[in-house]
């Protein structure tokens, strides 16, 4: 086995083992809490998956951006939120079963909204894009779905060993992240400094703020909700945009490391974000539940 496919493996355990955790904590209640209030869902979708992927293809223009690049901006935006981002929403005091609720439906439109969504793009700009449905059924699956639901059905069989399990599952989870992210930064540190002398960082870094802005404005009127919004049409998950990028580019290896530095400046403002909602006094949901990672 070669280094990288280690690396690689090591990731996705990760990554299973983060979404496993979080289901240690929910319920099958959590996890359809969306999918049963269609005004709100509505209103996600039409954040993260309708003017997101506009917000990508207007930043493209004035910004004179590598092509990888705009790539990346695009594979980003059509993206399911990551694993992680259940635990970022509950920090900025956003309600447990819609940060739940949210990771699970934009992991299930996506199946469809994807091909459809690169369909368009295509339409408008005339790039070649495209990924089947089973591509983004077996990624979404295997790295959100499958490991959330069993998560749910320890929970649901043996409570007390799942509230147990869930911190040294996640510090697993965060041990492994560590691991396989250290020569994954190391390897693309060149790549990514190039970016840093154009324009780059001020068009991700639009595209990111772009996201937080409009997933807060469309939060709706329940303050707790907001935050949840915001960092799901913010963040995105690295993997999916990236399975994306090499299935229609696999020779422009620049994508890659355009979306992981989207990672890092998207982490980065969404901690600022993050700080600037806890700073704002705000009634809490009474829908709130306790969150003990």
């Not at 970022?88 to 469809?112: H, M, N, R």
């Not at 869930?166 to 990514?192: D, K, M, Q, W």
Request: hydrophobic content about 60%; overall charge positive.
């Amino acid at each position: 086995m070669t280094v990288t496919a280690i690396i690689l493996l090591l990731l996705k355990a990760s990554i299973i083992l983060s979404v496993f955790a979080i289901g240690l904590k929910a319920t099958f209640a959590d996890a359809t809490f969306l999918l049963r209030r269609p005004e709100q869902l509505g209103r996600s979708f039409l954040s993260m998956n309708v003017l997101m992927p506009l917000v990508a293809l207007a930043i493209g223009a004035p910004f004179d951006l590598h092509p990888a690049v705009k790539i990346a901006l695009v594979v980003i935006a059509v993206s399911p939120t990551p694993p992680l981002f259940p635990k970022q929403a509950l920090k900025a005091g956003g309600t447990e079963v819609y940060a739940i609720g949210l990771l699970v439906a934009a992991a299930v439109v996506s199946v469809g909204v994807i091909p459809l969504s690169m369909e368009m793009i295509h339409r408008i700009t005339g790039i070649s894009l495209a990924m089947r449905p089973g591509s983004v059924a077996v990624l979404v699956l295997s790295t959100i779905l499958a490991p959330l639901v069993a998560g749910i059905v320890v929970r649901g069989l043996w409570s007390a060993v799942a509230d147990r399990a869930a911190g040294p599952v996640a510090v697993l989870s965060s041990g492994l992240l560590i691991a396989s992210a250290l020569p994954i930064v190391i390897g693309l540190a060149r790549t990514v400094f190039s970016f840093v002398t154009d324009g780059t960082i001020l068009g991700l870094g639009v595209f990111a703020l772009a996201g937080l802005f409009i997933g807060h404005v469309l939060g709706g009127p329940e303050p707790a909700e907001r935050p949840v919004l915001a960092l799901a049409t913010a963040s995105r998950h690295p993997a999916v945009a990236m399975a994306i990028a090499h299935t229609n580019f696999p020779d422009q290896r620049l994508a890659g490391a355009a979306v992981f530095l989207y990672v890092v400046l998207a982490a980065i403002l969404c901690g600022l974000y993050l700080s600037w909602v806890r700073r704002t006094p705000a009634p809490r949901s009474t829908n709130v539940k306790a969150w003990k990672p």
